[in-house]
């Protein structure tokens, strides 16, 4: 078994925190003693994970035991309006750091480019990566500057980023270190990086163990705040603001939901929806009552 990715201790092979047997391959969640931090063991090998992201996870629907991709070209309305709080938020909070226009901003995971896309239209000099060639192809032919890479290796636009995004990004990463390191490097220094995982140290995915809906044959690492604050301080990020549910409001969600709905009873979800994002303020420490993240951290080095 590796050392924890997140604080180096040797773990000694014992048997697994988790068994998820809900899909067709089950697979096992461990826990490294020292800080808590979760993980996939054994992870898939590179083979493995080509065909996790082929183009069956972006077409297929989701049936029993399924791992699919919930694809946002299906309620494009609705993703626009979560997508474009997300970038005026990020600008707002770098605009008294950079005077620069416009402002570089990669999406690291874009799938099809719809972060990318927004980001264009409200000012910025956006580009994108993917391991994923099915998705780097459509967003390509949409005109978008998307190109096909991990986030270990980022390839060179020419200029450093101002803003980075990973959205639910770093927990199908196998080396979330390496990653970070990576993105770091491609940053200017006092460039927002935001990060939106689940925090496992939250109540709800506490009290749901291994039903928790998190726990998907494509997701290799969990983080807690604590967990992913080291693992960003350590890569050369300092400046940790964390949000719950996330770091825009409500109503960007509601529209996003009603993207979806068929018909007027579907707008009972709602009052769920809002009272998961009021319930998800109460926090203290590491505590959180929900487990929906947002990390904002910046570059050091200003």
């Known amino acids: 078994m590796p050392p924890c990715n997140i604080c180096g201790t040797e773990i000694t092979p014992a048997p697994p925190l988790y068994t ?29 994970l080509a065909i996790i992201y082929s183009e069956d996870y972006y077409t297929a629907s989701a049936g029993k035991k399924r791992y699919t991709y919930l694809d946002e070209r299906k309620n494009p309305a609705g993703h626009r309006a979560v997508n474009t709080a997300r970038i005026a938020r990020a600008l707002r909070a770098v605009k008294k750091t950079f005077l620069e226009i416009p402002l570089n901003f990669l999406d690291v995971g874009c799938s099809f480019g719809a972060l990318v896309q927004e980001a264009n239209a409200l000012g910025c000099r956006a580009c994108g990566i993917d391991i994923s060639a099915y998705t780097v192809d459509y967003a390509q032919q949409e005109g978008l500057d998307v190109r096909r890479a991990s986030p270990e290796a980022i390839p ?17 990463l196998p080396d979330p270190r390496a990653a970070l390191a990576e993105i770091a490097r ?4 006092g460039g927002l990086l935001i990060v939106q995982t689940a925090n496992m140290d939250g109540r709800q995915a506490r009290k749901a163990g291994s039903a928790y809906h998190y726990f998907l044959p494509g997701h290799l690492s969990y983080f807690s705040r604590k967990t992913l ?9 300092e400046k940790m603001q964390t949000f719950y549910p996330c770091e ?19 707008y009972r979800a709602w009052p769920r929806i809002a009272w998961y994002h009021l319930i998800s303020k109460i926090h203290r420490g590491d505590f959180a009552l929900t ?8 570059r050091a080095g200003l």
């Open 20 to 48: 998820i047997d809900r899909f067709m391959q089950p697979f096992d969640i461990h826990q490294c003693p020292s800080c808590g931090f979760l993980f996939m063991y054994p992870a898939p090998d590179a083979g493995e």
């Open 156 to 172: 060179d636009f020419g200029f450093a980023f101002h803003i980075v995004s990973m959205i639910e990004v770093i927990e199908h």
């Open 186 to 189: 491609v940053m200017c220094p």
């Open 229 to 237: 604050s080291r693992l960003l301080r350590e890569c050369g990020f």
């Open 248 to 266: 825009f409001g409500l109503l960007p969600k509601l529209k996003k939901s009603r993207g979806n709905f068929k018909s007027l009873r579907d």
């Open 291 to 298: 487990s929906g993240m947002v990390i904002y951290a910046r």
